[in-house]
């Protein structure tokens, strides 16, 4: 590998690894969803300062150049990344549904015990007004 590549690589993994953290420290991110993002910035850095490690994977997949190799790679990391990202929303989906029914059914009840209430309070009026 090219060491021009394999700095600029590790400059690139450097600011991932930055805007990772920042946006952990403002809470923009959930700690549980950014370890996925983090393992795979660790196994890049492992692969750019190592990368006789997946010299003979690359080999049998028939590819030859590393540097198509390592795009091999990050593009796979952004499948499994994208297809872990729709689990959770469709997780987030199905509990916003049962959220959304459960609130619907508190605020029946509450519109019932407020109906309720409110009768309370106008039959002894009708009653003291009669008499």
Do not use: H
Not at 1 to 24: E, H, K, P, W
Not at 42 to 57: G, S, Y
Not at 78 to 99: E, F, H, P
């Amino acid at each position: 590998m090219n060491d021009i590549l394999r700095i600029s690589l590790l400059l690139g993994l450097a600011l991932y690894f930055v805007v990772i953290f920042v946006l952990l420290k403002k809470n923009s991110l959930n700690l549980k969803y950014t370890l996925l993002w983090l393992l795979t910035g660790i196994v890049m850095t492992i692969v750019v300062i190592f990368p006789k490690i997946i010299k003979v994977p690359l080999n049998k997949m028939g590819i030859i150049e590393w540097t198509n190799g390592i795009f091999a790679l990050i593009i796979l990391f952004l499948i499994i990344i994208c297809i872990t990202i729709t689990g959770i929303v469709s997780g987030l989906k199905d509990r916003n549904r049962q959220l959304i029914q459960q609130c619907a059914l508190y605020e029946k009840r509450i519109r019932e015990l407020e109906k309720a209430v409110f009768d309370k309070e106008e039959e002894p009026q009708e009653v003291e007004e009669q008499g």
